[in-house]
């Protein structure tokens, strides 16, 4: 009879040699790419001097831009942060509805994409100010997107855009910065 017993420790010893030696990870693996590290400046604001029926505080850094003359349609621009918050003003003429529904209607767009959407109220009855503010996670084009009105004149839509591509990771402290300036806006806002 012949000793098999050495060809068994052979066939099992030799494999699991191999595969302890291939399992050590002292050799050089390539690490992923990552993001810039974005250095936010502390919260400072300034009072916005338009021509409207509404007046609200801005960041210091941003840059209030007129989206055409004569017409209360504004653009909060963040140069440094490649970031807009564009705000639509109408005045309301029985339409409330119409406008609630089709803020509604651009904001669930973004659904495909979208991970959740959080519903947080604006109320400030002492101020006659009431909306909505939409929180969309994910890999959205528009991660905030908002409505202000006094329930019978007026009406402002608002929602934030990048200038880059989409990729909420990467965006996460800039949208959570901007996140705050929008509620800044949005607790300073009055109606003229």
Not at 19 to 39: E, K, L, Q, V
Not at 57 to 77: F, H, P, T
Not at 99 to 104: A, E, I, K, M, P
Request: aromatic share 16%; net charge positive; charged share 20%.
């Amino acid at each position: 009879m012949k000793n098999t017993g050495f060809r068994i420790f052979f066939v099992f010893t030799i494999p699991l040699f191999i595969f302890s030696t291939a399992c050590n990870n002292d050799h050089y693996s390539p690490r992923p790419i990552g993001y810039f590290r974005i250095d936010m400046e502390a919260h400072n604001y300034q009072l916005s001097e338009i021509d409207c029926p509404f007046s609200f505080e801005y960041s210091k850094q941003a840059v209030l831009i007129q989206k055409e003359k004569g017409i209360c349609w504004y653009n909060i621009y963040y140069p440094k942060l490649g970031a807009t918050v564009y705000l639509t003003y109408i005045a309301l003429n029985n339409d409330l509805k119409e406008h609630l529904d089709q803020t509604q209607k651009l904001t669930y767009e973004h659904q495909v994409k979208a991970s959740k959407i959080k519903r947080i109220p604006i109320s400030v009855p002492d101020k006659n100010i009431y909306g909505l503010k939409y929180r969309l996670s994910g890999e959205v084009a528009s991660a905030i997107q908002f409505y202000i009105t006094d329930s019978t004149k007026h009406y402002i839509r608002g929602s934030l855009y990048f200038n880059t591509v989409v990729n909420s990771d990467s965006l996460k402290p800039v949208i959570d910065y901007i996140d705050v300036e929008i509620q800044h806006l949005t607790d300073s806002f009055v109606w003229k």
